[in-house]
C-alpha cells in the first residue's frame, strides 16, 4: 500500500534492528518520515541510513527509554525536525539472560526490565500523546509479547510481567483516548527472529527449549511481523502473531 502514510511522521523506538528496522523500512516505502530511536546510535545511524538508500525520509536520535527526560526529548526531536507526530511505535526492548524463575530473578534484574520495557513505554505515551494530539490525531503500537496473554514455557519472570503490564497499558489508553481520534494497539508476537533472541538463544540448550515448544520449529522473522504493525495503524485491538504459535489473528 505505497503511499498510505504519505506525509505522516512515524518514530519508530527499538529501530536499529529486528522489529524496528523492519518497520522503518516499510512505513518509509508507504510514505512515512521515519524517526529511528535507539540507544544504540550505531544500530539506529544504519537503520536510516538503509531507509535513505532505498529513497526514504529518516532521521535518527538516540535515547534510553527508562529516561523520562531522554525520551520527552525524542518526541520533542521528531515534532521539531518533521513538523509533527503522527504514528508512534514503542517498540524498544531487552531480555537479559540473567531474567529467569521468580525464585531466582533478582530485583536489579527485575527493576531494569521494567524500566525498559514497561516505564519506556509509559513514558512514550506519556509525552507522545501529547504530540498525536497536536497533529489531530493519531496511531500508538506497543510492542507486547504472547507471554503476556499465556506465560511462557521457559521462565522469564521480569520479561513477562514486563509485556503483561505493556498490554494492560495499552488498553487502558485505547479506552481513554479512543474518543480524541488517538489508537492504541499491542502486538503480541511469539519468539521472533531479532538480535535480542539470537543473543538469548546462543546456548544450545536454550534454544532447543524454545523451539521444542513452536509447531513449525522456527522462530518467527520480523518481517513476518510487519503485517500487525501496519493493522495496528487501523484498529484498537491485541494483535497476536506466532512465531508461529498460532496464526496471525486480531482479537478485540
Same mark, same amino acid.
Given at each position: 500500500?505505497?503511499?498510505?502514510?504519505? !506525509?505522516?511522521?512515524?518514530?519508530?523506538?527499538?529501530?536499529?534492528?529486528?522489529?524496528?528496522? =523492519?518497520?522503518? =523500512?516499510?512505513?518509509?516505502?508507504?510514505?512515512?518520515?521515519?524517526?529511528?530511536?535507539?540507544?544504540?546510535? =550505531?544500530?539506529?545511524?544504519?537503520?536510516?541510513?538503509?531507509?535513505?538508500?532505498?529513497?526514504?525520509?529518516?532521521?535518527?536520535?538516540?535515547? !534510553?527509554?527508562?529516561?523520562?527526560?531522554?525520551?520527552?526529548?525524542?518526541?520533542?526531536?521528531?515534532?521539531?525536525?518533521?513538523?509533527?507526530?503522527?504514528?508512534?511505535?514503542?517498540?524498544?526492548?531487552?531480555?537479559? !539472560? !540473567?531474567?529467569?524463575?521468580?525464585?531466582?530473578?533478582?530485583?536489579?534484574?527485575?527493576?531494569?526490565?521494567?524500566?525498559?520495557?514497561?516505564?519506556?513505554?509509559?513514558?512514550?505515551?506519556?509525552?507522545?500523546?501529547?504530540?498525536?494530539?497536536?497533529?489531530?490525531?493519531? $496511531?500508538?503500537?506497543?510492542?507486547?509479547?504472547?507471554?503476556?496473554?499465556?506465560? +511462557?514455557?521457559?521462565?522469564?519472570?521480569?520479561?513477562?510481567?514486563?509485556?503483561?503490564?505493556?498490554?494492560?497499558?495499552?488498553?487502558?489508553?485505547?479506552?481513554?483516548?479512543?474518543?480524541?481520534?488517538?489508537?492504541?494497539?499491542?502486538?503480541?508476537?511469539?519468539?521472533?527472529?531479532?538480535?535480542?533472541?539470537?543473543?538469548?538463544?546462543?546456548?544450545?540448550?536454550?534454544?532447543?527449549?524454545?523451539?521444542?515448544?513452536?509447531?513449525?520449529?522456527?522462530?518467527?522473522?520480523?518481517?513476518?511481523?510487519? +503485517?500487525?504493525?501496519?493493522?495496528?495503524?487501523?484498529?484498537?485491538?491485541?494483535?497476536?502473531?506466532? $512465531?508461529?504459535?498460532?496464526?496471525?489473528?486480531?482479537? $478485540?
Amino acid at each position: 500500500m505505497a503511499g498510505r502514510l504519505e !506525509d505522516r511522521v512515524a518514530l519508530i523506538t527499538g529501530a536499529g534492528g529486528g522489529i524496528g528496522r =523492519a518497520t522503518a =523500512a516499510r512505513f518509509a516505502a508507504e510514505g512515512a518520515r521515519v524517526v529511528a530511536a535507539d540507544f544504540d546510535e =550505531a544500530a539506529g545511524r544504519e537503520t536510516v541510513e538503509q531507509v535513505r538508500s532505498q529513497g526514504g525520509t529518516a532521521d535518527f536520535t538516540r535515547v !534510553d527509554v527508562a529516561r523520562a527526560d531522554q525520551v520527552a526529548t525524542m518526541i520533542a526531536f521528531a515534532e521539531q525536525r518533521f513538523g509533527a507526530l503522527h504514528v508512534l511505535f514503542n517498540n524498544a526492548g531487552i531480555f537479559p !539472560d !540473567d531474567d529467569g524463575s521468580v525464585l531466582e530473578t533478582d530485583e536489579a534484574t527485575f527493576d531494569r526490565v521494567i524500566g525498559v520495557n514497561l516505564k519506556g513505554v509509559f513514558f512514550g505515551c506519556k509525552y507522545g500523546i501529547p504530540a498525536l494530539l497536536r497533529a489531530g490525531g493519531g $496511531s500508538i503500537i506497543n510492542t507486547a509479547s504472547f507471554v503476556a496473554v499465556m506465560g +511462557s514455557a521457559t521462565a522469564q519472570s521480569a520479561y513477562t510481567a514486563s509485556k503483561g503490564g505493556v498490554l494492560a497499558l495499552t488498553r487502558e489508553i485505547a479506552v481513554e483516548f479512543a474518543r480524541k481520534g488517538i489508537r492504541a494497539n499491542a502486538l503480541c508476537p511469539g519468539p521472533v527472529n531479532t538480535p535480542l533472541l539470537q543473543t538469548l538463544l546462543a546456548n544450545p540448550a536454550a534454544r532447543a527449549r524454545r523451539i521444542v515448544h513452536l509447531p513449525m520449529g522456527r522462530l518467527a522473522e520480523a518481517t513476518e511481523i510487519l +503485517s500487525l504493525a501496519d493493522t495496528g495503524l487501523a484498529t484498537n485491538a491485541k494483535l497476536s502473531a506466532s $512465531s508461529p504459535i498460532a496464526p496471525v489473528r486480531r482479537m $478485540s
